[in-house]
């Protein structure tokens, strides 16, 4: 049995530069010369004693915001969500998936695009309500990962 909950998350973003060739069909990739490096970092949070506070979701978007509070989503009142990570893990419909999510009365502040694309939050204490999520049409729903935890 568990005694206590982390979640352990990594970041990285590489800038990157595409050089046509001289023969003008073909392109060289690099990382971007005025850069020179990627960027990234990683880290460990507590979230405590209690197992309800890291959760996942599997849960497939609508065209309306929903809280992730809502019964469809975590069915639950989330207090002081603390991080928040959302992926597109496959299309939900014919179109190409696509996610928005709302912070804080924010609408569409956060935009996802396509199979595969991720976003990290390290929140401050944010509550359930104040999270929600969308897609821009019916033919560009997502089935996504969600995992949120409370840190202690």
Not at 27 to 37: E, G, L, M, W
Not at 59 to 83: E, H
């Amino acid at each position: 049995m568990a005694t206590t909950y982390k979640i352990q998350y990594a970041v990285s973003a590489t800038p990157i530069e595409e050089v046509t060739l001289n023969d003008g069909a073909d392109t060289a990739r690099a990382v971007h010369s005025d850069i020179d490096k990627s960027v990234g970092g990683s880290k460990e949070i507590s979230c405590s004693t209690a197992a309800t506070n890291v959760n996942y979701k599997d849960y497939t978007t609508t065209t309306g915001y929903v809280t992730l509070d809502a019964a469809t989503i975590y069915n639950t009142t989330i207090t002081n969500a603390d991080f928040l990570m959302v992926k597109i893990r496959e299309a939900g419909s014919t179109g190409t998936p696509d996610v928005f999510i709302h912070v804080a009365g924010v609408n569409d502040v956060i935009k996802l695009s396509g199979i595969g694309d991720a976003t990290l939050l390290r929140l401050n204490a944010i509550e359930g309500l104040n999270l929600k999520l969308k897609s821009s049409g019916a033919t560009e729903l997502a089935k996504v990962d969600i995992l949120y935890g409370l840190e202690s």
